[in-house]
Structures are given as structure tokens and as C-alpha cells.
């Protein structure tokens, strides 16, 4: 990873955020994407090496831990991080789009050129709809993951013993995850990071839109 890149990215998106904003990219960065890298995958690493079933059934073991395990925790967190950060980078290429505008009216018309965004980040226009909408998406997609995890793992737990009695496996077996209570603090973390995310979310929204109204 290119940390000098990363560190511009980050600079970009913080300069032109709300307070809320600013909170909200601190949380994703410490609570969810440095836990990510550092702890998580290091947790995860081990999932299907040591899922144990008690049999000798050639493929049993194999196929439980697909039923029990369709996405790993690991990729999903990786893809909802993902998408949950594109739309602000979206606004940082607004708003340079914006000063590349302004940059080729000034080198056309010299001397009469007259200045369409006098400061390119103000949040106006179109500026200010590409903001709240990814308010809005970056909310939504996370609320989306919320649910797929409860759908995937009721609860977003995980328990200590699971029973399997899919072919090929002769009869129920017992299957064992491994380190399933660090699995679990892990997950309920970043399950109430993501929702303390998506209040942030709704209340910058909130805020961008009294704050509107209230101009108008």
C-alpha cells in the first residue's frame, strides 16, 4: 500500500467534510479500516484451516464449512469498506473538476475571464447534491451489510459447535469453529462502529439540509 497516496486521499477528503464528516472518516480510518488491517484479518486467518468436524468423511468437512460460511467475514468487511469510501473520493474528483473548469476558462479568455467558483469546495450546486448523495449511499450500503451479516450469521455471532448433516457426510456430525469468542468481540465491534457510521451519516445529512433550508 502506498501510504504517501493513502495520507493525500485522506487530506483531500477531510478538507472539504463537515465537522461530522471529519468524525466520520476518524472512525472509518481507526475504528474499522486499521482494526481491519491489523487485527481482524490476522483473527480470520485460520477459519477454514481449523474448522474440525469429528469425521473422516472425505469432502464433509469442506462442505459444512461452505454452509456455515458462505462469505468469509474478511471479504465482506473488505468489500463494505470499499464501497463505503468511493463516494467520498467521488467528491474530491467534483470538486477537481471544478478547479480544472475554472483553470481552462482563465487560460481561454486571459484577461476576461470571469470566476465561476470562486472557492471550488464550497458545497453548492452540484457540489452539494454529489455531498448528500454520498450521505446518503455510504449510509445505505452500510445498513445493507448490516443485514447480510444477520442474515448470514443470526445475531452476528457465531457459536462454538455447529451441526452438519449434508452429503457427503455419513450422519450429524459435530463441526468446531475455532476461536469463535475472539471472533465474536471482533464482529460485534465492527457491527457497532458501523452503526455509530451510519448515524454520523444520517445526522451530516440532516445538517447539510436544515442547513439549506435555512439560507433559502
Not at 480510518?29 to 482494526?35: M, S
Amino acid at each position: 500500500m502506498n501510504w504517501g497516496v493513502f495520507e493525500g486521499l485522506l487530506s483531500g477528503v477531510n478538507k472539504y467534510s463537515t465537522a461530522f464528516g471529519r468524525v466520520w472518516l476518524s472512525l472509518v480510518f481507526i475504528f474499522r479500516l486499521l482494526v481491519y488491517l491489523v487485527a481482524a484479518e490476522r483473527v480470520w486467518s485460520d477459519d477454514h484451516k481449523d474448522f474440525d468436524c469429528n469425521t473422516r468423511q472425505p469432502g464433509c468437512t469442506n462442505v459444512c464449512f461452505d454452509h456455515f460460511f458462505p462469505v468469509s467475514h474478511i471479504r465482506l468487511w473488505a468489500l463494505q469498506l470499499i464501497l463505503v469510501t468511493c463516494p467520498s473520493l467521488l467528491v474530491i474528483m467534483h470538486v477537481a473538476y471544478r478547479e480544472a473548469k475554472e483553470q481552462r476558462l482563465r487560460e481561454t479568455e486571459g484577461d476576461n475571464y470571469r470566476c465561476i467558483y470562486p472557492n471550488p469546495g464550497k458545497k453548492r450546486g452540484g457540489l452539494w447534491w454529489t455531498y448528500l448523495l454520498s450521505l446518503i449511499f455510504k449510509a445505505g450500503v452500510d445498513v445493507i451489510f448490516l443485514y447480510i451479516f444477520y442474515r448470514f450469521y443470526r445475531n452476528y455471532t457465531l457459536p462454538r459447535v455447529v451441526k452438519c448433516e449434508l452429503p457427503p457426510c455419513p450422519n450429524v456430525v459435530d463441526c468446531f469453529i475455532s476461536r469463535p469468542t475472539e471472533k465474536n468481540i471482533f464482529t460485534l465491534f465492527m457491527v457497532v462502529t458501523t452503526c455509530v457510521c451510519v448515524v454520523l451519516n444520517l445526522i451530516e445529512a440532516t445538517y447539510l439540509i436544515g442547513k439549506r433550508c435555512h439560507e433559502c
